[in-house]
């Protein structure tokens, strides 16, 4: 068996605060890279042993969903999904909106379950995963797809159009707060 590269770690660029709308679409970027991370990890470790590479991007995974995907979930809870369901005449929209909050609830259940194999990779406590692992994977990254694909094609759209300057304005300051950065 040939040796692979190194999991590299997760660098992205930056949306300012100034631009909300665009700071989502740059977290769902992000999403996709440790999501994509986190396949490679799993490819890695069905090829080789585990090694600090490895260790590394379970460290940079376990960061991501530990920390800033709480956080832009929260950003949606907070300043996405109320203006579209205070909103009436859109039942579809409503509709998609609120099975979008049912999917944070799962993608935090599925997090909860995923994230322990992680860790125990993380501080050298497992060499690798288990098949029971792979299907704890395999269904957190699968909250993702659908879901995605909606708030980006949907529902960041529709809030955009609802949103003027001024609730975009106190929308990014509110999140940068929440971050302690202002």
């Known amino acids: 068996m040939t040796a692979r590269a190194p999991l590299p770690?997760?660098?992205s660029p930056g949306a300012g605060f100034e631009q909300p709308f665009e700071l989502l679409d740059a977290c769902h970027d992000r999403v996709r890279r440790s999501l994509d991370l986190l396949r490679r990890l799993r490819e890695y470790l069905q090829q080789q042993d585990c090694d600090d590479s490895?260790?590394?991007?379970?460290h940079d995974v376990?960061?991501?969903?530990?920390?800033?995907a709480p956080?832009?979930?929260?950003?949606?809870?907070?300043?996405?999904?109320p203006p579209l369901l205070?909103?009436?005449?859109?039942?579809?929209?409503?509709?998609?909106?609120?099975?979008?909050q049912r999917d944070h609830v799962l993608m935090a259940e599925c997090w909860a379950a995923a994230r322990g194999?992680?860790?125990e990779l993380a501080e050298g406590l497992i060499p690798a995963f288990t098949p029971t692992h792979e299907a704890v994977f395999?269904?957190?990254?699968?909250?993702?797809?659908?879901h995605l694909r909606h708030e980006d094609d949907s529902v960041?759209?529709?809030?955009?159009?609802l949103l003027g300057p001024q609730a975009r304005q106190a929308m990014g300051q509110e999140m940068a707060l929440r971050r302690g950065l202002r």
Do not use: K, S, W
């Open 156 to 161: 960041y759209p529709a809030a955009r159009a």
């Open 62 to 68: 376990l960061r991501y969903f530990d920390i800033a």
């Open 9 to 11: 770690g997760m660098h």
């Open 86 to 100: 205070a909103q009436t005449g859109d039942a579809p929209l409503a509709a998609l909106v609120r099975q979008l």
């Open 71 to 81: 956080l832009h979930h929260e950003d949606e809870e907070l300043h996405v999904f």
């Open 117 to 119: 194999a992680l860790q």
């Open 138 to 146: 395999e269904r957190f990254a699968g909250c993702y797809a659908d």
């Open 54 to 58: 490895a260790r590394q991007a379970a």
